[in-house]
């Protein structure tokens, strides 16, 4: 079956990463600037998600945009602002024991980019991919869902917290997710 009969937008698995791995994903404090990010482009931009996974130190999703608008522009927006909140927080967290090897990382990640002032937060592109079959998507929504568990954190996708899993197994997660059957 064609992905097309089942989502009428250009449907997108993007993955983001944080320069050179680094896990500060680990904070809550962090995860919940991703997710608030995140619902305002759903209330505020039109973005449609159907599955994601935040783990330490990277973001996997599905994706589309509603009419007038697309993912890349989206996306865009969702790296810079979320680049720059976190990496405000990360500046005045007394409690950060890694804050000054973080900000190192960003910085030196930002010398050779003539685009960036300080510091790179994400990774450059977000390894974008259309999803155009039925199968891909699946396969898609599995590797997603499956993320925490391969990294041994949960045993049961569905358990794990930041992930779209639970709405899959029939409960609500954090995030408004379109769920495809």
């Not at 680094?22 to 809550?28: A, C, H, K, L």
């Not at 505020?44 to 009419?67: C, D, F, R, T």
């Not at 510091?119 to 925490?148: M, S």
């Amino acid at each position: 079956m064609d992905i097309k009969n089942r989502i009428t937008e250009q449907v997108y698995f993007l993955t983001d990463t944080v320069v050179d791995w680094v896990d500060i994903f680990t904070r809550p404090k962090y995860k919940h600037i991703i997710l608030e990010a995140l619902t305002y482009c759903q209330r505020e931009k039109g973005l449609v998600i159907y599955a994601w996974v935040l783990m330490s130190n990277h973001l996997h999703a599905i994706v589309s945009a509603q009419e007038g608008t697309t993912v890349s522009e989206i996306w865009r927006d969702f790296k810079k602002f979320t680049s720059k909140q976190i990496l405000a927080e990360l500046a005045i967290d007394p409690e950060e024991s890694r804050k000054e090897w973080m900000l190192n990382r960003f910085e030196y990640a930002a010398r050779n980019d003539k685009k960036i002032k300080h510091y790179r937060f994400w990774q450059e592109g977000n390894d974008a991919q259309e999803i155009f079959l039925a199968d891909y998507y699946d396969q898609k929504l599995n590797y997603i869902h499956n993320n925490p568990v391969k990294a041994e954190l949960v045993n049961c996708p569905e358990d794990y917290r930041y992930s779209s899993a639970i709405d899959y197994a029939g409960g609500k997660g954090l995030l408004k997710v379109e769920i495809v059957t």
